[in-house]
């Protein structure tokens, strides 16, 4: 099992939140390929860190 985390820094609000509904929808396709866990930590208005856990 291992643990990646991906740091997203955006110029504003909106390109943020349109990049992290693109990734719910893309992740939803990687449970069957080993992904066990996902969760978006909110860093400011323009920034946040993606963390995934596989087995």
């Known amino acids: ?3 990646r985390t991906h ?3 955006f110029v504003n ?3 943020r939140d349109s990049f992290k509904f ?3 929808n893309y ?3 990687l ?3 080993g992904l066990n866990f996902s969760l978006f930590i909110d860093i400011s ?3 946040f860190q993606f963390l995934t856990v596989w087995k």
């Open 27 to 29: 992740t939803d396709s």
């Open 7 to 9: 740091v997203f820094k």
């Open 45 to 47: 208005d323009i920034s």
């Open 22 to 24: 693109f990734c719910i």
């Open 1 to 3: 099992m291992y643990t």
């Open 13 to 15: 609000k909106v390109s």
């Open 31 to 33: 449970f069957k390929d």
